[in-house]
């Protein structure tokens, strides 16, 4: 029957909360379950503690420093990282819950692929960096990074998986055994040496999961894992091009410099890794990228759920087992390369002899090498460990106290308690008040020589700079040069349209909320402030208002945005009060603000008529053309005369211009 069935866990509800469905993975500190959150109704990874780690005096002090270490992880929100979503403790059973990852780990994915691409294998490796940058930021190390801690979602995203629980383990056993907890084929120098740690192991560790990926092997093997770890103190990661020789230099590099055994020599942090490797990729053509090194590939994985296979960093690994959780048939197995160990730190020096593999002795004096051996190994012990323990194990090593977050004058107090000397440097920090420390090197917990000296980082509050003023109502280019020269970082919102901004003005500044910033505001140097630059008035149609009123096309016009500008004209044909040509016309395209000018009829215009009576015809006849009124004759007596005896409109009377008046002539 498959371990999902028989672990007495599978089916229980932890917490009140935590139903859990089937196990997932099992390592050597932890074993890693999949269960419904029945209060938000969502499948989670449920991680549980083995009940050992919490034994005794330094299982009471790995489970205090699980939990921060695991409060820590849960401020860290980045796509890349798998989130912690809640930690506690039932009963005896310590556990957190941790986003659901739905897919594959990446050794699971190397050993189905043998190797990836080039172009494959820097993609990983750019998202877990960028993963990685997100947690230094925040003044974490991972620590532990490894295939097995790559998961490969089924959507194509990668995430990293398992903060915390290698450096709890680490800090607990380095104070207590002088022993250094991780994944020997991953481990950097610095730490297989003396136990110490930063950013700078977590690069190592991608490098060697970079030249992994590319040429599908380790870069170290050995027989032990002293003997591998005896390499990465005193050997140079090959260069991938020593297996495939068209690898070309670019990546040779890369791997070279993430890799590199000095930790000054690597990139400072995963953010300056992860720019290395952009600028590395972008040198590489195309060709070169969809090439593959040609690397069989495993037949098979260690089940997820043996002891014996399994490792703490197998947060959500893989049990290849069919979906009725039976173990799949086959038989072939490969050698668990994720395996954590826990070696003696300082138990290889750099420049030190190699350890030695024994090489099989005839059966007859195998047992008296064995019993020579054991002599040898007693008398050595007598006198190097002693020595060892005194100078270069445990006892020669304590561990930094807890000084973060107090003021530096007692941070300074505990550390010359603990024989150790102190180094204040001040530095900026957004949430740290002034004068407490924020950090500390060696951290806290980690081990450091007696006589050593820890370098606390002082805050010296938030570093602010003065928002400049006069922004809005100024030039994009202005604006955004006068941001920048205040060491601040410009964002655009969308642009808007606007009637009283000209294009290319700003005409609001904002924070990423929303919120208007005021001019001379003190914000932290390097915050973002968003700019609303106006694309000017909003473009429109214009209506046609011929014929209508001029209140009527006023309220039209202005409705969308226009202005109205009205002349007003004499018309024969249109009454007055209503428009009778309007400028631009009816279906042209404008803008909001523009002006439309109407003529507005005033009626006909109107003319006094004279008194013509007693003139001749011709003469009455001229005076009303010359005042645009028009004559018509009407003969009494066959108007032999020519003289006009009446008129049909009465002089000083008005009429229309263009009206006809007719004049009776005699």
Do not use: C
Not at 275 to 286: F, K
Not at 327 to 333: F, L, V, W, Y
């Amino acid at each position: 029957m498959g371990a999902t069935v028989t672990d007495p866990l599978v089916g229980r509800l932890v917490d009140g909360r935590y139903q859990v469905v089937s196990r997932i993975a099992r390592g050597g500190m932890a074993t890693v379950y999949l269960a419904v959150d029945r209060r938000l109704d969502r499948d989670v990874a449920l991680k549980v503690m083995h009940p050992h780690l919490a034994e005794g005096s330094a299982g009471a002090n790995f489970v205090a420093r699980f939990r921060r270490e695991a409060r820590a992880a849960a401020r860290l929100t980045h796509p890349g990282l798998v989130g912690v979503y809640d930690q506690g403790l039932d009963g005896e059973t310590s556990y957190l819950t941790m986003e659901y990852v739905d897919g594959v780990n990446l050794r699971r994915h190397l050993a189905e692929r043998g190797s990836l691409t080039v172009g494959e294998a820097l993609g990983v490796v750019e998202q877990v960096l960028d993963a990685l940058a997100a947690a230094h930021r925040a003044g974490l190390v991972h620590r532990d990074v490894k295939p097995e801690n790559v998961l490969l979602a089924s959507d194509g995203r990668v995430k990293v998986t398992d903060f915390g629980l290698a450096r709890a383990v680490t800090e607990v056993t380095s104070t207590t055994t002088g022993t250094v907890f991780g994944t020997v084929a991953y481990l950097a120098p610095e730490l297989v040496v003396h136990g110490g740690s930063d950013a700078r192991t977590d690069v190592y560790a991608a490098g060697v999961l970079l030249y992994e990926m590319i040429t599908g092997s380790q870069p170290f093997t050995g027989e032990t894992p002293i003997q591998i770890a005896f390499q990465h103190v005193n050997s140079d990661v090959p260069a991938p091009s020593d297996t495939a020789s068209w690898l070309p230099v670019e990546v040779d590099e890369l791997v070279g410099a993430l890799s590199a055994r000095a930790p000054d020599d690597r990139p400072a942090d995963a953010g300056a890794a992860l720019a290395l490797l952009r600028r590395t990729r972008a040198a590489l053509d195309t060709a070169t990228l969809d090439r593959r090194v040609d690397v069989e590939p495993a037949v098979t994985l260690p089940h997820a759920t043996d002891p014996e296979t399994g490792d703490p960093g197998d947060a959500q690994a893989d049990d290849p087992s069919d979906d009725a959780g039976r173990p799949s048939d086959a038989t072939t197995r490969i050698d668990a390369p994720g395996r954590t160990v826990a070696l003696p730190i300082g138990v290889v020096t750099a420049g030190g002899p190699e350890p030695a593999v024994d090489s099989p002795a005839p059966p007859q004096r195998r047992r008296w090498w064995r019993w020579a051996l054991a002599a040898v190994l007693v008398l050595a012990a007598a006198g190097g460990g002693t020595w060892w323990y005194l100078e270069e194990g445990p006892g020669a090593y304590t561990t930094v106290p807890e000084v973060t977050s107090l003021p530096v004058d007692e941070a300074v107090a505990e550390l010359q308690e603990a024989g150790l000397g102190a180094d204040p440097v001040e530095e900026f920090h957004d949430s740290a008040p002034k004068g407490t420390v924020f950090a500390a090197e060696p951290a806290e917990g980690d081990p450091v020589r007696k006589d050593g000296s820890v370098t606390l980082s002082v805050s010296r509050g938030p570093d602010l700079v003065t928002v400049p003023a006069d922004l809005v109502g100024q030039q994009q280019a202005d604006v955004e040069a006068a941001i920048t020269g205040a060491d601040l970082v410009v964002d655009y919102n969308d642009n808007v349209y606007s009637d009283t901004a000209g294009f290319g003005v700003v005409t609001a500044v904002t924070d990423a909320d929303g919120t208007a910033v005021e001019p001379n505001a003190s914000i932290r140097r390097g915050s973002t402030l968003y700019l609303t630059v106006s694309k000017g008035p909003e473009p429109v149609t214009v209506v046609s208002v011929v014929g209508a009123t001029l209140d009527q096309a006023r309220t039209q016009l202005e409705a969308i945005g226009l202005k109205v500008e009205a002349q007003e004209a004499f018309s024969d044909t249109v009454e007055a009060g209503r428009v009778i040509s309007q400028s631009p016309e009816g279906g042209t395209e404008g803008h909001r603000t523009d002006t439309v000018t109407l003529q507005v009829s005033k009626g006909p215009e109107m003319v006094e008529v004279p008194n013509l009576r007693g003139k001749q015809y011709d003469e009455a006849a001229a005076a009303l053309e010359k005042l645009g009124l028009k004559a018509e004759r009407q003969n009494v007596l066959g108007g032999i005369f020519g003289t006009v005896r009446d008129q049909s409109t009465a002089g000083g009377e008005s009429v229309p211009k263009g009206s006809t008046i007719t004049l009776t002539v005699v």
